[in-house]
């Protein structure tokens, strides 16, 4: 069983929560991580780019001299890829880069990312995450009692906060979203992840 402490807005511990390994898959594959967030990253590229073959560029077709007899190398047509201004060879064409792994990799992959956070001290659970009104200075005041100023941060809530979200938008190192949406490379692409009590709950129960 892990043991994490709990905190409160102010910094101060509140008490513990136990954790089973066994309900974030018990051990951390780390190959299928890699293999998870690859998939992601390859899921993230717009795959538009585009060079011009030697078909594809303006310039006549026509053989640039004749072949033999005038001392220099041979040459062709001026579209010819060892030529400034002509095509490019094998250059990248459109293309779609999407792919999936089975669903159940991807949600195994999801919880041992988690975990791995849990093993690694990295993540923390706080109490309540209750805002009253959209100020950014809450957020940074919490950050500071925390000790997570400057530190990349996933924060996770059990459902949309929209006084969370505005409040933290503004902060380029912290990111926030329901527990329901976490993959493993949102996870594992911040270093520290800050957990609601009940977000951990809502986690604990898929």
Not at 8 to 25: I, S
Not at 43 to 61: D, I, K, P, Y
Not at 106 to 131: C, G, H, P
Request: cysteine-free; aromatic content about 4%.
């Amino acid at each position: 069983m892990l043991t994490l402490n709990v905190y409160n807005r102010q910094g101060d511990a509140v008490g513990t929560v136990q954790v089973d390994p066994e309900e974030f898959g018990g051990t951390v594959n780390k190959q299928l991580l890699h293999d998870v967030v690859l998939m992601h990253l390859a899921n993230q590229r717009a795959g538009t780019h585009s060079t011009l073959r030697r078909g594809e560029v303006a310039g006549s077709t026509k053989k640039l001299f004749r072949q033999k007899g005038t001392g220099n190398a041979r040459a062709g047509t001026r579209r010819t890829n060892k030529r400034r201004g002509g095509g490019t060879a094998k250059g990248p064409k459109p293309r779609d880069y999407e792919y999936h792994l089975p669903k159940k990799a991807v949600r195994a992959a999801t919880r041992m990312a988690i975990l791995s956070k849990f093993q690694d001290n990295e993540a923390i659970v706080l109490d309540d995450l209750t805002l009253n009104e959209t100020k950014t200075k809450q957020i940074t005041a919490l950050l500071k009692a925390l000790k997570l100023s400057g530190k990349t941060l996933l924060v996770g809530t059990k459902e949309y906060d929209k006084n969370v979200y505005l409040s933290s938008r503004n902060l380029p190192e912290v990111e926030v979203m329901p527990a329901s949406q976490f993959n493993a490379y949102t996870v594992l692409r911040q270093k520290h992840l800050l957990l609601t009590r009940s977000a951990l709950d809502e986690l604990r129960k898929k």
